[in-house]
């Protein structure tokens, strides 16, 4: 008697199955924001205390072309809020590595990277509440903007486009770095990373190669975008990146997408091993 194999599920099939795996992950870290709803509100005011303390802090003392310095501001802090979420993202993938419970999970008939998908749907979620809370503080400090419906939803879906990519940055660095301890050597580099960009002031007011290095980053093209699309003012300048910050700021994201998604995949396959 011959042994027959078992057939494969089809395609659709497995994509199902992934995308029904993926949302019991994201129950699973809703259910845990429930029970602890501390954390998440402290993520969301965080970012809101930053905006205030430069706002008034430092606001009074610089001067911005063609418009006030909240409406500098407020593009920059948002791209600097959708990339910081990679630390809590890391944070939470250590934690759930050295509890063992990635090793129950890879050991259950589920989806392997429903997983990952799951918590990087998690994280998005807090990334669009987040996103809505720092728009409503901008408001409030008198940050406006003055593009069109479609500009402004252009202007919300790249951010949420760098936060995706920053995620998944994350995911990958969690993956590697095994241990909570180890999260706090790249939180060293983030906030160096974060603070070189035009967030807060147009590149041409630095040294040279720093300058140079703040244009080209992937924050600085999402927040020059943003501006644009808001139709807040920017930072001018004669490099491709400072005319062209919009296709930047999409090719940017894809490109980290592109390296880092796969590299999660491939690491979280092979835990352990």
Do not use: K
């Not at 408001?139 to 252009?154: D, F, N, Q, S, Y």
């Amino acid at each position: 008697m011959t042994a027959t194999a078992t057939p494969l599920a089809p395609p659709t099939g497995r994509l199902r199955r992934a995308l029904v795996d993926s949302a019991t992950m994201t129950r699973r870290g809703l259910a845990h924001w429930a029970r602890q709803p501390g954390a998440l509100a402290t993520g969301l005011v965080f970012p809101v205390m930053m905006l205030v303390m430069f706002a008034y802090f430092l606001g009074g003392g610089m001067a911005v072309e063609g418009g006030d310095y909240a409406d500098y501001l407020v593009p920059g802090m948002l791209a600097l809020t959708m990339a910081f979420g990679l630390e809590s993202t890391m944070v939470a993938l250590t934690q759930d590595i050295n509890r063992g419970i990635l090793d129950r999970f890879r050991s259950m008939p589920i989806a392997p990277s429903s997983v990952l998908v799951g918590r990087s749907l998690l994280d998005m979620i807090e990334s669009a509440a987040s996103l809505l809370v720092m728009i409503g503080a901008g408001l409030a400090i008198g940050w406006r903007w003055h593009g069109t419906p479609a500009e402004a939803l252009a202007a919300v879906g790249l951010l949420l486009l760098l936060r995706f990519a920053m995620l998944w940055v994350g995911i990958y660095l969690g993956l590697v770095a095994g241990r909570p301890e180890m999260v706090q050597a790249v939180q060293i580099l983030v906030w160096p990373i974060g603070f070189l960009s035009n967030a807060f002031t147009s590149p041409d007011t630095m040294p040279g190669w720093i300058g140079a290095v703040a244009e080209w980053n992937p924050m600085s093209a999402t927040a020059g975008a943003v501006r644009d699309l808001f139709g807040n003012p920017g930072w001018t300048g004669d490099s491709w990146a400072a005319t062209h910050p919009v296709p930047l700021a999409v090719a940017w994201p894809l490109l980290l997408l592109a390296l880092c998604a796969p590299l999660a995949m491939r690491r979280f396959s092979r835990l352990n091993d």
